[in-house]
C-alpha cells in the first residue's frame, strides 16, 4: 500500500465519519434525553437526499435547495413527532422499534411512489465540482473536503450549543436524568420537540450533503441507520463527544478495513484465501469493534446517562 | 425495561392444565392441507408451510423476549445458521437429515452459546444492539461464503433424507413434519416457561437483581435459555431451507430479524401461541397486501404503528380485551 493511498484513504474514512457523526448526533440526543429509539431517523437523511433534489430540479440552486430541503425535513419531523412519534416516548424500547419500522417501510415505499424507485443524482455545486492537488501526485474532490469541513463545524457547533448555551444545558441534564428535569419545572415537551427537530435536520443535512457523491434512492438509510446505531452505541447513549469520537472512528476503521484488508491478510495466507475472506472481515469489522467496547465496557465509552 | 404484559404467575397444577386457543390454533393448523386440496393446493400449503416455518422461530424469541426480557435483533442469524448447515452440506453431497439436523442444531445452539457469553453482560437497548452486531458479522461471513453462491445465496439441490427415504419429497408430508416440529418447540418452550427454571428466568426479567441476591446465577439462567432459542432458530432453518430449497445471507439480515419481533408483538408477546398467531397474521397479511398492490408496505408500515399506538398485547390482547367486552362477568378461563 502506497502512502498516497492510505491519505486518500484516510480522508475517505474521514468523509464518512462526520456523515456518520451528522447522522449519529441527533439520534443519540434523541435515544439519550428520551429514551425513544428511532429507527425513521435513517429515512429522514434519505428524504432530505430526495428533497433536495426535488428543490434543485425547481430552483437549480444548490444552496436554496438545501435550504429548502432542510425547512422541508424539519416540517416533516415535526409532523412526525406531532402525529406518531409523541405518543411513543412513555413506550417499551420493543414497541418503538415496531412503530417507527413501521414508518420506515412506509416512507421506503413513498418515495418509490413520489419520485420513482430509479436512482436520482444530486449534481455537485460548480465552484466545488473540481478536484484539489494535496500533495505531489494525490488529487482528491473538493466536494468531499467540503463534507469533511461542514460536518466538522456542525460539530463545533454543536458543542458550543451543548456546552455552553442554556438549552444545550437542558440537554446535558436531560440525557443524564430526563425525570428530574421535568421535575424541576422545565417543558420537557417542548425540549423533546427541539431535540426532535434538531436531529431531524441534522439527518435532512447528511442526506442533502451526500446525495451528490452517492445515489439517491429508497432504502439509502437503512444500511446508514444500523452504523449510526454503531456509533451511538459505542460512543455512549446520549454523549455528544462519544458520538463524534466514535463516528470517526468507525469511518475510519469501515474504510481503511475495506481498502486494505485484502493486502494485509496476504501478508499471512495465500493470495486466493486472502481476496475471498478480506471483504468478509472488513465488513465484520466494526461490528466486532462494537461487540469488544461492549463487553469490556457495556455502556459504550462516554456513558452520559444517570440512571 | 418495563414490561408489556404481565405474565400471570403459573403453578405447577396449571401447567398441565390445556388452554383452548392454542389447541384451536394448531387443529386449524393440522387442518389447512385439507382445506388446501379443494383450491390451489400447492399454493396454500407453501404459504403455510411458511407461516410455520417462521412461526417456530418467532416463537423461540418470544421464548427470551417475551419471558426473559431478552430482546434479541439478530434472531435472524440462527435460522441463516440451521439454513446454511442444509446448503453447505447438500453442496457436498450430504442430505441426510440424521446428519444436517443435528449440524444445523448444533452449530446454531454453539453460536448462542458463544454470543451469548458476550451479549448478556449487556442490559436492554445495548443487548439490542449487540445481539443486532451479532447478527450482522453472521450476515457478512455467509455473503463472502464464495464457493457456496457468497451474496447470491445457493440452491439446495434435494430436501433431506432419511436414510435415503425422501422423507421431505412430498409436500403434503413435509407440512405435517413442520407442524410436528412447530408442535414440539412450541411445547418445549412451554414447558421451560412453567419449570422451575422458567420461574427464575422470568423473575430476572422482573428484577435480576433481586433473583442474584435470592442465590441465582442469573446469566447462567438466560445463556441456557438464550441457547434453548437459538437451537430452535436453527431448526426453522433448517426447515426453511428445505422449504425455499433455497438458502442466503438475505435470511439472517437485520430486516429478517426485525420481522421476527414484530411477529412477535403482532400476536402477543409473552403467550408463545401469540408468535404463532402473529407469523401467521404478518404472513398472510404480506401476501394478501401484495396480491392487492405493489406499494402493499405503504398500507402495512401504518397499520404496524396503528398496532403498537392502539392494539396494546398484539391481536391477542385484541381478542382478549374483546371477550372481556363481550362476557363482562366472567373472570380469567
Not at chain 1, 434525553?33 to 428524504?47: E, K, P, R, S, T
Not at chain 2, 448447515?85 to 450430504?94: D, E, N, P, S, T
Request: with cysteine.
Amino acid at each position: 500500500m502506497s502512502t498516497s493511498l492510505l491519505i486518500v484513504q484516510i480522508l475517505n474514512g474521514l468523509q464518512l465519519g462526520v456523515l456518520l457523526f451528522l447522522i449519529a448526533a441527533g439520534l443519540t440526543l434523541v435515544f439519550g434525553v428520551m429514551d425513544f429509539i428511532n429507527l425513521a431517523h435513517g429515512v429522514q437523511y434519505m428524504l432530505g437526499a430526495y428533497l433536495a433534489v426535488m428543490f434543485y430540479a425547481l430552483t437549480g440552486n444548490f444552496l436554496i435547495a438545501l435550504v429548502l430541503a432542510l425547512a422541508a425535513a424539519l416540517v416533516f419531523g415535526l409532523l412526525l413527532e406531532f402525529t406518531v412519534f409523541r405518543h411513543l416516548y412513555d413506550r417499551d424500547h420493543l414497541e418503538q422499534v415496531i412503530a417507527t419500522f413501521g414508518i420506515i417501510l412506509f416512507l421506503n415505499q413513498g418515495v418509490k411512489v413520489v419520485w420513482g424507485a430509479a436512482p436520482l443524482n444530486l449534481p455537485i455545486p460548480e465552484i466545488f465540482s473540481g478536484t484539489v492537488v494535496l500533495m505531489q501526485g494525490i488529487l482528491y474532490p473538493v466536494w468531499r473536503l467540503v463534507i469533511i469541513g461542514s460536518g466538522l463545524a456542525v460539530g463545533l457547533i454543536l458543542y458550543i450549543l451543548v456546552s455552553h448555551t442554556r438549552v444545550g444545558m437542558l440537554v446535558r441534564a436531560g440525557a443524564t436524568n430526563a425525570r428530574i428535569v421535568s421535575a424541576l419545572g422545565v417543558d420537557i415537551r417542548r425540549l423533546f420537540m427541539i431535540v426532535f427537530g434538531f436531529g431531524t435536520m441534522l439527518a435532512a443535512f447528511a442526506g442533502v450533503m451526500i446525495a451528490p457523491i452517492l445515489s439517491v434512492e429508497p432504502g439509502m438509510g437503512d444500511s446508514v441507520l444500523i452504523l449510526a446505531f454503531v456509533v451511538i452505541v459505542i460512543g455512549g447513549i446520549g454523549s455528544m463527544r462519544g458520538a463524534f469520537i466514535a463516528a470517526l472512528l468507525i469511518g475510519l476503521v469501515d474504510t481503511l478495513g475495506r481498502s486494505f484488508a485484502i493486502d494485509i491478510l496476504r501478508l499471512v495466507m495465500p493470495p486466493s484465501p486472502a481476496r475471498t475472506v478480506g471483504p468478509a472481515i472488513a465488513s465484520m469489522l466494526i461490528y466486532v469493534l462494537m461487540a469488544l467496547v461492549l463487553y469490556f465496557r457495556p455502556a459504550g465509552l462516554f456513558p452520559a446517562r444517570g440512571r | 425495561m418495563t414490561t408489556l404484559v404481565h405474565t400471570p404467575a403459573r403453578t405447577g397444577l396449571s401447567a398441565i392444565r390445556v388452554e383452548a386457543v392454542p389447541v384451536l390454533i394448531f387443529l386449524v393448523l393440522a387442518l389447512v392441507p385439507i382445506a388446501a386440496a379443494f383450491g390451489p393446493e400447492t399454493y396454500w400449503l407453501g404459504l403455510f408451510t411458511r407461516v410455520m416455518v417462521f412461526a417456530i422461530a418467532a416463537l423461540a424469541l418470544d421464548f427470551i423476549c417475551g419471558y426473559g426480557g431478552l430482546v434479541s435483533f439478530g434472531h435472524a442469524a440462527f435460522v441463516g445458521i440451521g439454513a446454511y448447515a442444509v446448503g453447505i452440506l447438500g453442496a457436498h453431497g450430504v442430505t441426510d437429515l440424521l446428519i444436517s439436523l443435528p449440524v444445523a442444531l448444533g452449530v446454531s445452539a454453539l453460536f448462542a452459546f458463544l454470543t451469548g457469553t458476550v451479549c448478556l453482560r449487556t442490559k436492554s437497548v445495548y443487548f439490542i444492539m449487540i445481539t443486532l452486531a451479532f447478527g450482522q458479522m453472521i450476515y457478512f461471513v455467509a455473503g463472502s461464503l464464495a464457493p457456496y453462491g457468497g451474496d447470491d445465496g445457493l440452491t439446495v439441490r434435494a430436501r433431506s433424507t432419511l436414510l435415503g427415504l425422501p422423507l421431505f419429497a412430498n409436500d403434503r408430508v413435509f407440512y405435517y413434519i413442520v407442524l410436528g416440529s412447530l408442535l414440539g418447540s412450541y411445547m418445549l418452550c412451554r414447558a421451560f416457561v412453567v419449570s422451575r427454571f422458567g420461574r427464575v428466568f422470568r423473575g430476572a426479567r422482573e428484577n435480576a437483581t433481586r433473583i442474584a441476591t435470592i442465590g441465582y446465577d442469573v446469566f447462567r439462567y438466560q445463556r441456557i435459555a438464550y441457547v434453548i432459542a437459538g437451537a430452535i432458530g436453527g431448526l426453522s432453518g433448517f426447515l426453511l431451507a428445505n422449504a425455499t430449497e433455497f438458502v442466503s445471507p438475505a435470511y439472517m439480515s437485520w430486516q429478517r430479524s426485525g420481522e421476527l419481533i414484530i411477529m412477535v408483538l403482532f400476536g402477543g408477546i409473552g403467550t408463545l401461541h401469540g408468535a404463532i398467531v402473529g407469523a401467521a397474521a404478518y404472513l398472510l397479511l404480506e401476501d394478501t397486501l401484495a396480491g392487492v398492490t405493489e406499494h402493499w408496505k405503504l398500507i402495512f408500515g401504518p397499520m404496524l404503528v396503528l398496532i403498537v399506538l392502539f392494539a396494546r398485547g398484539g391481536l391477542l390482547g385484541l381478542g382478549e380485551s374483546l371477550r372481556r367486552k363481550l362476557f363482562p362477568g366472567r373472570s380469567d378461563p
